[in-house]
């Protein structure tokens, strides 16, 4: 296997166009005899360089609407021939085959024409069959020939030639030829995907195809032993904190783009609703809120729980303002996210140059489709993301009392909130804000303590006269399995009640609240997070 190859004969076949003719100078400079294809060929023509069309090396002209031009033994041979082979030697002599040194390929454009809706027609035809062909043969066949398959290893390449006088290294020939085959790894990906989700609308394929293109390598994962990094799909999907723009601070570690995510997909249930602040920690939300602005959403948020609060990632609704960003900067918060920022808020900004401060642009619809990946031990586990949602015309009222027009909203408030607390969840609502908020214990009961405890807590660091549990409406993301969870939340002065039901002590649940005075809703959905 030898080191360094002398580039002699290049094809060039590509679809993204980008930086080809500054390349193609850059070969001819160097006397590479250049092959091309249709469009490519035809660019080279026009920047005054001479070209060779695939259809004089092959004897065969392009046919079948350009499906068929490059899959010829004169193209593969001169890909895969093994220069030092004696055999392959002979045959590419028998054949009048010649060695091709460099192969210049990016494939149709199938992502692309999917996102931008095209017709089923049109699709298959962004379907490139050649393409992947050569580039598999080529970075096959790395021992003797170079693949570029992105315009971003142009400039490597073209130091490559000029430092080793036209010749490419093997080390190089190695990192492009593992660069291909995840190129045609994730392309394939991507059809196979259309396929079977869009195409064919199947749930869950036997073969789950999954591509991923690494982001950022991250500082740490969840903790400092732990290696990270962020991966981005390849393909259409949907935009979310990894497509942020983050207008400065200190970068995103794993925790920040975890906690960041939860807030974000919080916040943007309250797109339509008025300004809302959601406030998070350790991915549960420890306090949300809305307002007739922003500052009185984050004011009342923050009240929920300022102790959790502190260092905090913060999420909102509606670009930011200087006087918000005033509030928010107060204390210390690792994360903001916003849609947008004025310029009197970034200036507030400016001046904490840590903390991180992400736009998102337009918030995601919260009810949208999708798919949740999630890792176990010898497997991974796959589901539908839950985009489920409770009208109020779908709640049933099954106590002696309904609930007030005040308290209903609470309810809803209280159960958009609890369908992001991890599980067993309660959250306790008052005039659109929380008032406690407890997750992620082994019992409901425990939840709704803590809960109210949280609360006490609050109203004693604010001087309040009483808890803001008094008078509110508390959600539990699935159903009480006894009464004694229910009775708890009457201790903490909720006078409304909005749960899942379908428990087989629905009844008991239901009397003692009928016997409390409380209002209670089922909602027939419950919202496990785990």
């Not at 609308?201 to 591509?211: E, M, R, Y």
């Not at 809305?290 to 509606?318: M, P, Q």
């Not at 970034?346 to 903390?355: D, Q, T």
């Not at 899942?500 to 239901?510: A, K, Q, T």
């Amino acid at each position: 296997m030898k080191d360094q190859v002398k580039v002699t004969r290049a094809l060039l076949s590509v679809s993204d166009k980008t930086g080809l003719t500054e390349l193609a100078h850059v070969l001819a400079r160097h006397g590479v005899e250049l092959v091309s294809t249709g469009g490519t060929a035809k660019a080279i023509r026009e920047a005054g360089l001479a070209v060779k069309d695939v259809s004089e090396l092959t004897g065969f002209p392009e046919m079948m609407d350009g499906r068929v031009k490059t899959l010829h033994p004169r193209v593969h041979g001169g890909l895969l021939a093994v220069r030092d082979d004696l055999e392959h030697v002979a045959a590419m002599d028998a054949h009048e085959i010649g060695a091709i040194d460099l192969v210049i390929v990016n494939l149709y454009p199938f992502a692309q024409t999917v996102a931008r809706g095209a017709e089923r027609d049109e699709i298959i035809e962004n379907i490139d069959i050649g393409g992947p062909s050569m580039v598999r043969s080529a970075a096959k066949n790395h021992a003797y020939v170079a693949i570029v398959t992105d315009p971003g290893d142009y400039g490597e390449l073209t130091r490559a030639l000029d430092e080793n006088d036209g010749a490419t290294g093997l080390a190089f020939r190695k990192y492009l030829a593992a660069k291909a085959f995840a190129a045609t790894a994730a392309y394939d990906s991507m059809i196979a995907q259309w396929f079977a989700f869009a195409d064919q609308g199947q749930a869950f394929p036997d073969v789950l195809p999954v591509t991923m293109r690494r982001g950022d390598t991250l500082r740490y994962g969840e903790n400092p032993h732990q290696q990270a990094a962020l991966y981005l799909p390849v393909g259409p999907h949907s935009r979310g904190i990894a497509q942020a723009e983050q207008v400065q601070g200190k970068e995103l570690s794993y925790n920040n783009f975890n906690d960041a995510d939860a807030a974000l997909e919080l916040v943007g249930e309250f797109r339509d609703r008025g300004p809302a602040c959601v406030i998070v920690k350790h991915a549960n939300p420890c306090g949300v809120a809305t307002g007739a602005s922003l500052l009185e959403a984050y004011r009342a948020a923050l009240a929920c729980d300022s102790v959790s609060a502190f260092g905090g990632i913060v999420a909102l609704n509606a670009p930011l303002t200087r006087e918000a960003a005033e509030a928010i900067t107060s204390i210390f918060t690792e994360v903001v996210i916003a849609p947008d920022a004025d310029e009197a808020a970034r200036e507030v900004f400016a001046r904490k140059k840590n903390l991180r401060l992400l736009l998102t642009g337009a918030l995601s619809d919260p009810h949208r489709p999708g798919l949740m990946l999630k890792s176990i031990a010898g497997g991974y586990l796959l589901q539908s993301r839950d985009n489920g949602r409770v009208d109020q015309d779908a709640l049933k009222v099954v106590t002696r009392r309904a609930p007030t027009e005040r308290e209903l909203a609470d309810c809803l408030f209280a159960w958009t909130v609890a369908k992001h607390v991890k599980s067993n969840a309660i959250v306790y609502a008052k005039d659109g804000a929380t008032a406690g908020i407890g997750a992620g214990q082994m019992n409901r009961l425990e939840s709704a303590r803590i809960a109210a405890w949280k609360a006490k807590d609050a109203a004693e660091r604010a001087n309040w006269a009483e808890p803001k549990t008094i008078g509110s409406a508390v959600a539990s993301d699935a159903f009480f399995p006894f009464a004694d969870g229910l009775l708890a939340a009457v201790e903490a002065g909720a006078t409304a009640v909005i749960q899942p039901g379908g428990s087989i002590r629905d009844e008991e649940v239901i009397a003692a609240a009928d016997e409390a005075g409380l209002a209670m809703v089922f909602t027939g959905m419950r919202h496990f997070r785990h």
